[in-house]
């Protein structure tokens, strides 16, 4: 059975930092594109930033700069820095099959439950 648990949120003041991990099982990480959408409260979910496991990364163009993605044997990782209160949202990781960075929800098989970032302002 495939499992994402997801954790690290919190709340945290503008110009902070967070830093957020997903624990993968029952899945060969190493062949799955990893990651990671959002959704705030009253909007659709969107893509915040995908890792494969080759290691290439692509960033929506509202975190470039200021979010890296990371993995290693079974784990991902989002590092939120300079946040802003536009951040605040739900954060799930996911994974996908397919061997592009994908920004596209469809196309992720696997969910994490989300974990809860609040900035203030």
């Known amino acids: 059975q495939v499992q994402l648990v997801d954790s690290g949120g919190g709340l945290v003041q503008a110009g902070g930092s967070l830093g957020l991990s997903c624990t993968a099982s029952?899945?060969?990480?190493?062949?799955?594109?990893m990651g990671w959408f959002r959704q705030a409260p009253g909007k659709e979910r969107e893509f915040v930033a995908a890792?494969?496991?080759?290691?290439g990364s692509s960033y929506a163009d509202s975190v470039k700069g200021r979010f890296t993605i990371s993995r290693d044997n079974a784990k991902m990782y989002l590092q939120m820095n300079s946040l802003k209160p536009e951040d605040t949202a739900v954060y799930y990781c996911?994974?996908?099959?397919?061997?592009?960075?994908?920004?596209?929800?469809?196309?992720?098989?696997?969910w994490g439950q989300g974990t809860q970032v609040t900035v203030s302002s």
């Open positions: 996911a994974a996908s099959q397919y061997n592009s960075l994908e920004t596209r929800t469809s196309v992720y098989a696997y």
């Open positions: 029952g899945l060969t990480f190493s062949t799955y594109t």
């Open positions: 890792i494969k496991w080759s290691g």
